[in-house]
Nanobody, 115 residues
Framework: VQLQASGGGLVQAGGSVRLSCAASGSIFTINNMAWYRQAPGKQRELVATFTPTGGTNYADSVKGRFTISRDNAKNAVYLQMNSLKPEDTAVYYC??????????WGKGTQVTVSS
């Protein structure tokens, strides 16, 4: 199983970016999907994820600005990021729990927000 993330880049403060992450390989079921980020000198933190009942959870710092969504047919998860701030600058990682067995991580995609 491999996860391929894309969509990062350089954006001005107040702008928007949409990240995508698609899984490929021997996939029977995807049990959870999430986005994390890691800023320079900081620990990796959870940004957004789905709850067991199909709802969504967000870090307080991104609530109201970021939206996580999924396309089960494509084994894909997305992160729409609006009203970006310089403090959103980080490497963003997707994570999926697949086949009830283990977590898989994407390679990470850099998002840089200029002020």
């Amino acid at each position: 199983v491999q996860l391929q993330a894309s969509g990062g880049g350089l954006v001005q403060a107040g702008g928007s970016v949409r990240l995508s992450c698609a899984a490929s390989g021997s996939i029977f079921t995807i049990n959870n999907m999430a986005w994390y980020r890691q800023a320079p000198g900081k620990q990796r933190e959870l940004v957004a994820t789905f709850t067991p009942t199909g709802g969504t959870n967000y870090a307080d710092s991104v609530k109201g600005r970021f939206t996580i969504s999924r396309d089960n047919a494509k084994n894909a998860v997305y992160l729409q990021m609006n009203s970006l701030k310089p403090e959103d600058t980080a490497v963003y990682y997707c994570k999926m729990t697949i086949n009830y067995s283990m977590d898989y991580w994407g390679k990470g995609t850099q998002v840089t927000v200029s002020s």
